[in-house]
């Protein structure tokens, strides 16, 4: 695979954390750690900030969007409370996890647990200018669920 991009990476703390790394050739998002010297619980619906032990030098015009682990949120209940979390390209800082635990048993993250997903993704940057009126669409001022089919109820 030939890169997009080259991201430079530095470790932030005394955890030897694995670079990031695609787990497949199909893979969006970069595998990232918890850099963790122990086990650390959460407990049902609270929340943890786990640190990576890494930093990034993201180019200008791109971010990174620290997303959840599917596996992780179906069977622990784990999930990223700010999905997706927005590393911003001028920010050098340690990616840290904001981590939820939405399930009613504790759970456990062990050292080096892969925690979530890293997409590096391009973004662009718009110039907001105000308007009397916006143009018209099918749409409309349709809000939260206004283009979906209701769900059937089953009979049984």
């Known amino acids: 695979m030939i ?70 949120a179906m069977k622990l209940g784990l999930t990223i409370l700010n999905a997706p979390g927005t590393i911003d390209s001028d920010y050098r800082g340690e990616i840290k996890v904001l981590l939820v ?8 993250i062990e050292p080096l647990d892969r925690i979530a997903q890293l997409v590096v993704a391009p973004f662009a940057k718009a110039e907001l200018a105000w308007a009397a009126e916006l143009d018209d669409t099918e749409r409309g001022e349709g809000g939260y669920g206004s283009t979906g089919r209701r769900a059937r109820r089953v009979r049984r």
């Open 101 to 108: 635990n939405l399930s009613d048993k504790t759970v456990v």
């Open 3 to 72: 890169p997009d991009i080259l991201v430079p990476v530095r470790r932030t703390g005394p955890i030897a954390v694995p670079l990031p790394h695609y787990a497949t050739a199909g893979s969006a998002g970069l595998d990232l750690a918890a850099a963790l010297a122990e086990p650390i619980k959460i407990k049902s619906l609270a929340r943890a900030l786990v640190p990576t032990g890494i930093a990034l030098a993201l180019p200008p015009g791109y971010e990174g969007q620290v997303r959840p682990r599917s596996g992780l």
